[in-house]
Each structure stands twice: as C-alpha cells, then as structure tokens.
C-alpha cells in the first residue's frame, strides 16, 4: 500500500508543477503551453529487443490563444479533478469525468469522446496510465477460462480469495479494470487469445482448455488495456507463451494483434506496461485461406486502405518482412476469412484438427 | 385528307368548297389581331393590364420629355371606379403633341417615332398606348380622353377617342379647346377593367423601380387607396440623349435591306451603302460590292430578291468595325448604386458599368448594381430586378436572358450559396440593367430580354465584376465574425482557466483575478484592433422601401376574389 501512496504523491506533484508552471507564465506575461508526447503511430519507434513501441521525442505544444483557450480551460480543469481524486482515494470512470464537466459550464464536454481525448492528453502529459490520476474505463477486460487460478482479495475482508478459472462451466472469469494487484498460480503450456466471442465460446464448450492444457482468453475486438496487462503479467510470471488467434484480415492482423503485441500509437507512452512483446500469430494466416481452402470474403476498400497506410506508417509491420509478405498475399487475393469460416469443414473442425495442426509447428508461428 | 374523302361523300365538288372557303376570308386588320391576342401584349389578365397601362403612358412620356431635353415630372393617378373597374390618369409635362397627331398616336396602333430610328428609348414598336385604348374600349367602352398643349402660346386640345378595330383608324367622338394650367405636356385618361394588388409585381413596385433607374425623374403616384407617394428626383442632370444612329450592315435582314433598297433617295448601290448605313466610307462600300459581285453604280430600286441575297452575303464577308457606342447612355454606376440604396436596408452596394459591345449590328451597354446584407434573408433565393432602357421588367423573369446570365454565374466563389443552374441564395438583390438602341424581347409586352449569346456574355462579365467586390466584402467579413467569435471565446473560458488554476493551487480570490485579468489581457493584445466592416447605409429610405410590399394578408384575400 505504500507504495501506491507514493505514487500517488509523485502523481500530486506533477499535477501541481503543471499548474505552477502555468500560473508562473501568466504571472510573468507570458503565453503559457501544456506541453505532451505527440499520441500517434508517427511519434513511436519499434525495436524488438524492447518488444513494444516506444514513444520518440515529437511534442505537441497547447500554447494558450484564443483558438486553444476552451481546451486549455478543460486540461486544467479535468486536472483540477484528477488531483481531487488522487487525494481522496476515489476513482471515477470515464463516462462519470464526462459527467462532472456538465457542472463546468461553458467548459463542459459536449460528447465523451471529447473528455475521453483530453484525459488522454493529460495521462500522456504526466507519462502516468489513468488508473494512477484517478479514472477507470468502463469495458471490463476480457473472458477467461481455463488452466488458471487467480489469486485476489476480498474488497471487504482484505482477505485472499482464489478463483479457480476451470469451475466457471460454461461462463467465464473477467479480467478486472485494475490487474496489478493479482497473482497466478497455473500449469497451462499456452494462453490463446482470441478475437471473436464466437470462437471462444465454442472452445469453452468443449472444453478445449481440458485437452490442450492452456488457458482460453477472449479478447473481444481490440483488447483493452487491462486485459493486455493482465495477459503481461501472467506470461512473463508464469512463462507461458501467448498465442493470437484472430480473423483473418488486415484489422485482426495490424490492429488487434499488433496492439496485443507491441501496443499501440495513441497510448505509446505507456505501452511499456501494457502489451505482450513475446506474443506469437497462430492464425488465421492468409496461407491458412489457401491450405485450408476456407471460404472467404472479399476485402473491402478499407482493409485495403488500412493495409497500405500499415505499410507506409507501422513501425511493426515495417519491421517483420514476414508480416509484409503476409499482407501482399493477403491484397494479392483480395479476400479475408472469419475464424469462424474454420466451420466449414465441420462444426469442431477447428478443435480436431485446425488447432492440433497448428500447435505442431509453434516455430512457423508470424512474429 | 379527311375534308378529301367528306367532300366525295356529300357529292359537293371541291370546287364549290374552295368557292365557300373562299368567301370566308378576308382581311384581318392589325387591331382585330391584337383585339383577340391582347395577351401578346400585356393584357392577359386584370392585374397585369393595369401595369402595362399605366406602364405604356409613362414610358412614352418619359421618351418624350427627355427628348425635348425637359426634366420629367409625371404624375399618376388610379381611381377605383367600381370593383374591377378602374380610372387611370397620366399627366405629364413634356413637349405635348400637335393637333393633327394626336388622333393617331392614340388611336392607330403601329404609328409611332421610335420604331424606324436606331436610339436608345423606352418605347419601341408604336403600339403601347394604342393598345391600352383599345383595351379599354374593349373592356369599358369608354373613349380614350386625351389632352394636348404645345406651349404657352398654343390652346390645349382635348379629344375623345375610339379605335375602328376594322381599319386600325382612329375615331374621333369629340374634339375641343379646353382651359388648362399645364404650359405644355400631355394628359392621358383611361377607363379600364382591372384589379389593384400589392405586392412583386405591382403598380407601386413598377413605380418605384423606374425611381430607382430614373434619377432624374419625379413621378407622383395616387394609388387607388388613394395613397399618394412622390418620388423626387435624386439628380437635375438629364441622362445624355442618346444619339440616333443608323442601322449597322451586320444587324440587317434580307426583307428590311430589300425595303431599304426600294425606299432610298441614292441612285447608286454603293451612295446607298454610305448613306444609309453606320460604319460604311466609300472603301468599305466597294469592297461589299466586290464580295457580293455587285456593281458599285447598280441602281438600289432596280436590284431583285437575288442580288439583295448576295448583297446580305457580301456584308458577312466584308470586316465592317463594330457600330459607334456613344448613342448609349448608361445610367451610370454610381446613380445607380444610390437608386439601390434608397431602396434596400443593405451593407454593402456595388455597381459596375460595362464598356459598350454589340449584338447583331446594335450597340448595347450592360450595368450591373448589388445590394449585400442587411435585413434581407440569407436563406432565400436572390432579390432580382431587371430593366431595358430603364424600365423595370416585372414579369417574366424565368424566361429572361438576365436570369439565365445571373444562374449561369459561380456565385459559389464569390462567397454566396447556389444549387447548381439556380439563382445564388443570399442576402442579396441583384439589379441588372440593359440600355441598347433596340432592346430584343421575347415578346411585344417587353418583360424578358431574348437570349443573344452577346448580351449573356456581357451581364456574365459585369456580374462577375461586381462578383469579385462582392467576394472581398464577404470574406473580410468572414474573418471579422471569426475574429468575433474568437474573442466571445477569451471572454467565455478565460475565468474556467483561472478557476481550475485556483482549485489545483488552492490560489487566493485575488490571485485567481489577477490571473483573469493578465491572461485577458494579454490575449487581446495578441489580436489587435478589429476592422470596421459594415458602413451604415445613410441612403436608406423606409418609406421607400416599403412601397410595393403591402401587407401580404390583404394581398392573399385580394387574390382569392379574384378567383
């Protein structure tokens, strides 16, 4: 607990440098400037020896003028907010900072996505993650099942529970927004992390955690930061491998696995915490699309766009020449495949036989 | 075919039909077809008769007087007789009209000045007010009551006059020296079938439109609510009187060149070329000859519909430089930006007058004035007023080559909206103004000018000229607003910053109002002074203004009656 005390001192104490800062350039006639890492995929290098993206130094500069006095106004005023939550011990969600701003007045929030953007602004100003100034976002992590026992404490008692990830039958545990207090007691060779509820859904049924002895993770889209940390934490703790299973298409590859792996652009100041480096690509591969002669759908004008623009400005596609040739195979077809297209080969095709294949050659893995 | 195979049938030789046919037909006279198309005219319904009534007496009045070179004072009068009858008084104080011309100026349609003389004049053709007579024998019975004075040492005439419809001859009923005040001008009375409305395209509209044009003119106008108003003229300076030119060989046609031929007093073909035609010398007149194989010494009676072609094809081929542009006189653009601003509550007027060009051999000259902002809707489609020869045209206007000039312009650049082959939607009204020696309408009630490539081109280019003033006034006004907008901004979340400062570092009250006024302070510094855009319109006339608009309830019942 102490330790948290004093993050949340130093968390304090930037807030008021910021502050002090500001006031101290008023104060001598001068425009004072919030200053921030620039959030995006220019502002971030990849090296795989570090294993996720790492911010370079651009800034971006808020100068106060006119045409920045209402954001300005907002920085400091969802500041004003954090240090009060900071100080207090309490938390607010992300929906809930929106709403405190309607008390604000002209300097409300109109939408969320606006209040979401400058909390980001000052998580990224502070180099902090947001649980640490107080918000918590409102998606929950992901599903788990399987080989896993987590251990937690009771909020009343303070006392340790264990949840054994086997008993939820045909449920699932969820990852809680904040994982850090959470240990792992497991003896699963792998952890899948799959995209769609679909596909997780079918191997809980069958309990396919039982006969490959892994742990089923479903991520549900792009996963969210605590379930990318929670999935940290349990590989590198307990060693195990991560293993993607996503749709095949350039968003499954360059967004939802590539966040899971390396992070992302926008949350680049962070990332460090909040990706899985060693996570590996089972599938699906576009040469799964040819060797398992799955149905497939044709790209749409987007995946295209998207698979170009990952080509011009995606430090981890640029790195892996492997992830190249699999993008151009996959634009040179002009197709995608679901995971759930598997189906086609009959129902548990991908338990019988699509995964055991697969788990053969973990070596022919995409980095 | 049909009539073919009936004839058979009844056993009638076609002989005795075309016999019968034959003793049906006769001559029309010129006043029994208009007497059955008076919609040709301007007659076609009640409202619309009342305005080219009272518009037919005005415009030649207003011919007349700036002819004499007198500066027009006309004065008109509308009188409810009964419901849907009316009395029109025109009076004006030109030159009046000797004895022996008056029965057929007014009662003899197609006897006019201005058809055969090239000038610039608002009358065109001679059948105007003869028309208007006839419509109020026709709709009233009554006689046309004319009254005539030349000058102070002549008795004024009066007379009562009738058109024979048959002969297109005047019929005098009565005929007197009478007592009048006026040293000279003319009065003319009508009794007509009419219905009064206010509104676009009403008298009062028409009356202030040709204030608006005419400067110079004082009209003083009763309406039939008994309503008097008096547009006093802005200016004493008479326009410049438009010179009368001969016609130019490119404008000629084959029937009107043979009537020339045959009507001339030259003896030869090229003395005919110089004399009765602009911009022809001796070398030009030659040079026609040779392109149309003709001999310079052929006798103009003599020559027959052939070589009359060849002489038309013997012009095309000729260069001949473009007619003299002096005989035009433009209002100008800067009585015609005041015109506008006495009318409309607006903050930005410009006007342009375009060089003269010609259309088939005429001169014409093109103006232009806009009125911007202001109390006029933004979201309505523009405000558009068009005159020939300063006068207002009120009906029409889809059909009118001003409107196709005025949609066929990219407002879009000039900071207006528009739908693509629509007229631009604004704050705007946009007057447009043709003065040519021969107006070409579509039709003898003059309300849309026909669509010359030349004259599209010309509006295109004089709309664009004052596109382009336009366009700096609209963007300087832009960032005006933007500048506004963002200094509303300072005043709005300057006092947020110095709050959230406050709570953060748990400032003093008068801490956090210092820093509110440093930081106000320092931002406005940072913008500087803002530019006065908007003058104040000091011509701006309400009264004026209103004129014409009426209240649109009474103008809705009015209408329904009318059904």
């Known amino acids: 607990?102490?330790?948290?005390?004093?993050?949340?001192?130093?968390?304090?104490?930037?807030?008021?440098?910021?502050?002090?800062?500001?006031?101290?350039?008023?104060?001598?006639?001068?425009?004072?400037?919030?200053?921030?890492?620039?959030?995006?995929?220019?502002?971030?290098?990849?090296?795989?020896?570090l294993g996720y993206f790492e911010l370079l130094g651009k800034f971006k500069e808020r100068t106060l003028t006119a045409s920045t006095v209402k954001t300005f106004a907002q920085t400091l005023k969802m500041m004003a907010l954090s240090k009060e939550l900071v100080r207090t011990d309490d938390i607010a969600t992300k929906r809930e900072a929106y709403y405190v701003s309607k008390n604000w007045g002209d300097a409300r929030f109109n939408e969320q996505p606006e209040s979401d953007?400058?909390?980001?602004d000052i998580e990224s100003m502070l180099m902090v993650n947001r649980e640490q100034i107080g918000f918590i976002p409102e998606e929950k992590g992901g599903d788990v099942s399987g080989k896993l026992v987590v251990i937690d404490v009771d909020p009343e008692t303070g006392k340790e529970i264990e949840i054994d990830c086997t008993k939820f039958g045909s449920g699932a545990y969820s990852v809680p927004s904040s994982v850090e207090h959470l240990q792992f007691d497991t003896d699963a060779e792998f952890i899948l992390a799959i995209e769609t509820a679909g596909m997780y859904q079918r191997l809980v049924k069958h309990a396919y955690w039982k006969k490959a002895k892994c742990i089923l993770v479903s991520l549900g889209g792009v996963p969210t930061r605590a379930c990318r940390r929670f999935l940290r934490r349990l590989s590198d703790e307990k060693k195990i491998p991560v293993y993607g299973f996503t749709d095949c298409d350039p968003y499954g590859i360059a967004n939802i696995y590539r966040t899971l792996k390396v992070g992302s652009g926008n949350s680049a100041h962070i990332n460090k915490y909040f990706c899985v480096p060693k996570a590996k690509f089972l599938g699906v591969t576009p040469q799964d699309i040819i060797d398992y002669k799955l149905p497939t759908h044709p790209l749409k004008d987007i995946d295209i766009k998207r698979t170009q623009d990952a080509f011009k400005n995606d430090p981890f596609i640029k790195h892996y020449p492997e992830w190249q040739k699999a993008l151009k195979l996959l634009i040179t077809m002009k197709k995608r495949a679901e995971q759930q297209a598997l189906a086609a080969q009959g129902l548990n095709f991908v338990i019988s036989n699509y995964l055991p294949e697969k788990l053969e050659h973990p070596e022919k893995f995409l980095p | 075919m049909a009539s073919k195979s009936n004839a058979t049938d009844t056993g009638q030789s076609t002989a005795d039909i075309a016999q019968e046919m034959a003793s049906k037909r006769?001559?029309?006279?010129?006043?029994?077809?208009f007497a059955k198309n008076r919609h040709l005219l301007g007659f076609d319904n009640k409202r619309k008769a009342l305005l080219t009534t009272v518009k037919e007496a005005v415009d030649n009045s207003l011919d007349a007087c700036e002819e004499a070179g007198i500066l027009p004072e006309i004065s008109v009068e509308i009188i409810e007789i009964s419901e849907d009858h009316f009395r029109i008084i025109v009076e004006d104080n030109g030159p009046g009209i000797v004895k022996k011309q008056i029965p057929h100026v007014f009662a003899k349609l197609l006897y006019g000045s201005k058809f055969h003389k090239l000038s610039q004049s608002r009358g065109q053709q001679g059948i105007g007010i003869s028309a208007a007579v006839m419509y109020a024998q026709l709709?009233?019975?009554?006689?046309?009551?004319?009254?005539?004075?030349?000058?102070?040492?002549?008795?004024?005439h009066y007379y009562e006059l009738h058109i024979d419809t048959q002969k297109n001859e005047p019929k005098i009923l009565q005929e007197s020296v009478v007592e009048w005040a006026s040293e000279h001008g003319v009065k003319v009375e009508l009794d007509i079938e009419a219905s009064y409305q206010k509104g676009d395209q009403s008298v009062d509209q028409y009356m202030k439109e040709t204030a608006i044009v005419n400067p110079h003119v004082t009209l003083i106008y009763t309406n039939p609510k008994a309503e008097q108003v008096i547009f006093t003229r802005v200016t004493d300076a008479l326009p410049d009187k438009p010179k009368e030119i001969k016609p130019h060989p490119y404008g000629v046609e084959l029937g009107i060149l043979m009537q020339m031929l045959k009507n001339t007093e030259t003896r030869t073909l090229q003395a005919f070329?110089?004399?009765?035609?602009?911009?022809?010398?001796?070398?030009?007149a030659k040079e026609i000859c040779q392109n149309s194989s003709l001999m310079p010494n052929n006798k103009p009676r003599d020559m027959g519909r052939e070589q009359v072609e060849h002489l038309i094809n013997g012009i095309k081929k000729t260069k001949i430089i473009a007619p003299p542009t002096d005989c035009i006189s433009p209002i100008g653009s800067e009585l015609l930006e005041r015109g506008l601003k006495k009318e409309i509550?607006?903050?930005?007027?410009?006007?342009?007058?375009?060089?003269?060009?010609?259309?088939?051999?005429?001169?014409?000259?093109?103006?232009?004035?806009?009125?911007?902002?202001?109390a006029q809707g933004a979201d309505q489609p523009a405000n558009v007023l068009r005159f020939a020869n300063r006068v207002p045209l009120l009906y029409e206007q889809g059909a009118c080559s001003i409107t196709k000039s005025i949609m066929q312009t990219m407002w879009r650049s000039y900071g207006l909206n528009q739908s693509q082959g629509a007229l631009p939607v604004g704050p705007i009204t946009i007057a447009v103004h043709i003065a040519s020696v021969w107006v070409p309408f579509t039709s003898e009630s003059k309300e849309a000018v026909a669509h010359y490539p030349e004259i599209i081109k010309e509006v295109k280019?004089?709309?664009?000229?004052?596109?382009?003033?336009?366009?700096?006034?609209?963007?300087?006004?832009?960032?005006?607003?933007?500048?506004?907008?963002?200094r509303s901004y300072i005043e709005k979340y300057i006092p947020h910053v110095a709050q959230a400062l406050k709570e953060i570092l748990a400032l003093k009250d008068f801490e956090e109002r210092k820093v509110e006024s440093m930081l106000k302070e320092m931002l406005e510094k940072h913008r500087g002074k803002i530019e006065e855009v908007a003058e104040e319109n000091l011509e701006y006339d309400e009264e004026f203004a209103s004129i014409g608009k009426g209240k649109k309830t009474d103008e809705m019942d009015e209408a329904e009656e009318n059904e």
């Open chain 2, 345 to 374: 509550n607006a903050e930005f007027f410009a006007a342009v007058t375009r060089p003269p060009s010609v259309y088939r051999g005429n001169p014409f000259t093109v103006e232009v004035g806009i009125a911007y902002g202001g």
């Open chain 2, 273 to 284: 070329l110089t004399s009765e035609f602009s911009r022809v010398g001796p070398n030009t």
């Open chain 2, 139 to 156: 709709t009233t019975g009554r006689p046309a009551k004319i009254t005539s004075r030349i000058g102070p040492k002549t008795d004024a």
């Open chain 2, 461 to 486: 280019l004089a709309l664009q000229e004052v596109g382009r003033k336009l366009s700096g006034y609209v963007s300087k006004k832009r960032r005006v607003g933007d500048e506004l907008k963002k």
């Open chain 1, 117 to 120: 953007m400058v909390m980001d």
């Open chain 1, 1 to 49: 607990m102490s330790k948290g005390k004093q993050a949340d001192q130093k968390v304090l104490k930037e807030i008021d440098g910021v502050a002090t800062d500001v006031y101290r350039k008023i104060l001598d006639k001068m425009q004072p400037q919030l200053s921030m890492p620039l959030r995006s995929l220019q502002n971030v290098t990849y090296d795989p020896k």
């Open chain 2, 26 to 33: 006769r001559e029309i006279s010129i006043s029994e077809f």
